[in-house]
Every structure is written in C-alpha cells, then in structure tokens.
Antibody, heavy 121, light 107 residues
Framework: QVQLVESGGGVVQPGRSLRLSCAAS????????MHWVRQAPGKGLEWVAI????????YYADSVKGRFTISRDNWRNTLYLQMNSLRGEDTAVYYC??????????????WGQGTLVTVSS | IVLTQSPGTLSLSPGERATLSCRAS???????LAWYQQKPGQAPRLLIY???SRATGIPDRFSGSGSGTDFTLTISRLEPEDFAVYYC?????????FGQGTNLEIK
C-alpha cells in the first residue's frame, strides 16, 4: 500500500536551516509529482511546493519562495524540503502528498502523517 | 483565486444531513476542485475530486456537486466519525489553493 513517511522536523532557531524528508513506498515514486503542504498550529492547510516527477519543474508558494527548495531522489524514493532562513511563521506541521491527475480530476490522493517544525529562539 | 468556505462552523447531530459550501472568487474548472477531511491530530484525507468523484474507500453518504463558482459537499446522514474539519482545494493559475475550512461539530 502507498506510504509516505516524513521526518526531520524539530525545534530550530530563527534564521537557521532544516531539511525535511519524505520516504515513499508502495508505488512507483518516479512516476508522480509530489507536494509539500503545511499547517500552522490551529490553522488551515497551506500549499508549499511541488516538484515534477522528473524534477523538470518546481513551483513554490510566495511565502517560501527563495528560502525553501524542494527536491527528490527517485533512486531512493525520497522527497526533500530544504528550509533556509526560517522564521517564526514557518512553524507548522509539514506534510508530503502525492499528486494525482487523470480524466476524472486532479487531487492530492495520499498524504504522510506530518512532521512538526517549530521555529523559536 | 480565493476559495471561501461556509459556514465556518456547522453544528449538527448524527443522522442529520450536512451541506458544506465552497465558493470561488472566479469561475473555475470542476476537474480541479477537491475536498478533504481532517480529524484532530491526523493528516488530511481525500474525499472528493473532480468536484463529484468519490475517492477510493469513501462511503457513498459523501457526495460533491457544483460548477463555476459554487461547489457543495454533502454528507447525507452523519455518522459519529464524520465530525471533522473539511477543506476544499483548487488547482489553477495561482497553483494550489485551500479554503479556510469548515468545522463540522457535534451538536
């Protein structure tokens, strides 16, 4: 079955960096675009970034553009999010999600359980 | 595109019908409209995509409808496990947008 397992979260000081990982299994990882979505404590969902299956394209939310970098290793079936220059407003649970598109519609069909990032001095 | 969900909170009893609204600030393609359910401490779960197609394993008491700017998620008869927060989502020129959520709570 499809599994997405995030790791790498923790407490980090403002201005520092952190790298999140999302280990994928149960599907052909290299065939799917992947996303990062975050949720600040008590708030709604915010899309963060997408990377194409072949790494040919990446797009970011304006709130993280220039500070975050999404990447993937299709041999290791792993998605990454490199977060630099972290701010308090980046505190959130970060989820990875699989992108799915077919004739019936577009969706994020599988989600990981999330990893918490807390930016605090 | 901004997605506005209403109501913010909906208080109903098990067995009742729930109607959740998602309104887009401009007309959107139904193909790119999805609904998710999130329970406390859990990841979101896909319910509906393409505005009206149920995801795998989703009970048929959940249904989606709408077009243009107005979309609806209907739960025909609420079960105790349905009380959660529901989000609509759109993929478009602004990339990926979520509504602010509707909290469906037990009355």
């Amino acid at each position: 079955q499809v599994q997405l397992v995030e790791s790498g979260g923790g407490v980090v000081q403002p201005g520092r960096s952190l790298r999140l990982s999302c280990a994928a299994s149960g599907f052909t990882f290299s065939s799917y675009a992947m996303h990062w979505v975050r949720q600040a404590p008590g708030k709604g969902l915010e899309w963060v970034a997408i990377i194409w299956s072949d790494e040919s394209h990446e797009y970011y939310a304006d709130s993280v553009k220039g500070r975050f970098t999404i990447s993937r290793d299709n041999w290791r079936n792993t998605l990454y999010l490199q977060m630099n220059s972290l701010r308090g407003e980046d505190t959130a649970v970060y989820y990875c999600a699989r992108d799915m598109w077919d004739s019936r519609g577009y969706r994020f069909d599988y989600w990981g359980q999330g990893t918490l990032v807390t930016v605090s001095s | 595109i901004v997605l506005t969900q209403s109501p913010g909170t909906l208080s109903l009893s098990p067995g009742e019908r729930a109607t959740l609204s998602c309104r887009a600030s401009q007309s959107v393609s139904s193909s790119y409209l999805a609904w998710y359910q999130q329970k406390p401490g859990q990841a979101p779960r896909l319910l509906i995509y393409g505005a009206s197609s149920r995801a795998t394993g989703i009970p048929d008491r959940f249904s989606g409808s709408g077009s243009g700017t107005d979309f609806t998620l209907t739960i025909s008869r609420l079960e105790p496990e349905d009380f959660a927060v529901y989000y609509c989502q759109y993929y478009g020129t602004s990339l990926f947008t979520f509504g602010q959520g509707t909290n469906l709570e037990i009355k």
